[in-house]
């Protein structure tokens, strides 16, 4: 136990790692059991379980960055180590204007790509018309806004402990399919048509973010690209109805 204390001590980050993907881990692995129970869908339920991810998925990036019991931004992490910036002198509207463009382009490749990928997916099996994300745009934008901060803070811890954007980022993007990996909602929808098309659209836009983060080290770029591509593909799926498999997060 001393061990342990004066390993967290000198380096609390893994810890923090750790706790997040042991916490994700338990946390769907109990949902996945309850799912089949009585008040699986009443209102209090979808209650507590959005309470829930709003904690995990903020609250812990919060306390990182310095929020109770500490003092307010003086945490392990830092703003700038989650790429949340606003103008400044290191960051004028000239370097803005050029995060958001190179966003944008990559963006908009990623998103031929997905399209044209989804369209040959579908062809050939008329009855089997693979769906893709059908809820409104203020819900996708909380939920690339949850997803972002999560993946930025893995990135950004990786990136302190192994001494680089490069490496932090990397290994972050494999931390998240690792974690997907133990969650049973995630392995559950790649066997109908229906969820392996939600699967292959969250892990393509962790794979861009994690680019487009690395050209441009600017969160808000990245949440703004992830929405415009959920937004941009649920208006191409929205016209089939289809009822949507439950979040890998």
């Known amino acids: 136990?001393?061990?342990?204390?004066?390993?967290?001590?000198?380096?609390?980050?893994?810890?923090?790692?750790?706790?997040?993907?042991?916490?994700?881990?338990l946390a769907t692995n109990l949902l996945w059991l309850w799912r089949n129970g009585p008040s699986w869908h009443s209102p209090h339920a979808r209650f507590a379980l959005e309470a829930l991810r709003l904690s995990y998925f903020l609250g812990l990036p919060y306390l990182a960055l310095g929020g109770w019991p500490r003092q307010p931004l003086q945490g392990l992490l830092s703003l700038t180590d989650l790429g949340i910036v606003s103008l400044s002198p290191a960051w004028p509207v000239t370097r803005w204007l050029g995060a958001i463009g190179l966003g944008l382009v990559l963006g908009t490749v990623a998103l031929l790509i997905l399209v044209l990928a989804w369209s040959h997916?579908?062809?050939?099996?008329?009855?089997?018309?693979l769906q893709l994300p059908t809820r409104p745009w203020w819900a996708l934008l909380v939920e690339g806004l949850y997803q972002q901060v999560h993946w930025a803070f893995y990135r950004s811890i990786l990136a302190l402990l192994?001494?680089?954007?490069?490496?932090?980022?990397?290994?972050?993007?494999?931390?998240?399919?690792?974690?997907?990996?133990?969650?049973?909602?995630?392995?559950?929808?790649w066997r109908s048509g229906t969820g392996a098309a939600d699967q292959w659209l969250y892990a393509a836009l962790a794979l861009v973010s994690a680019l487009v983060f690395l050209l441009t080290r600017n969160l808000v770029v990245c949440l703004g690209v992830h929405w415009l591509i959920?937004?941009?593909?649920?208006?191409?799926?929205?016209?089939?109805?289809?009822?949507?498999?439950i979040e890998p997060d």
């Open 1 to 25: 136990m001393n061990l342990l204390i004066e390993a967290y001590r000198s380096s609390p980050l893994p810890f923090w790692l750790l706790g997040s993907v042991v916490a994700y881990a």
């Open 121 to 129: 997916a579908r062809r050939g099996e008329p009855e089997q018309r």
């Open 162 to 189: 192994l001494g680089g954007l490069y490496a932090g980022t990397f290994w972050g993007l494999v931390l998240v399919y690792v974690e997907w990996a133990a969650n049973p909602f995630w392995r559950g929808g």
């Open 230 to 245: 959920s937004l941009s593909l649920w208006h191409t799926g929205r016209a089939r109805p289809a009822t949507a498999p």
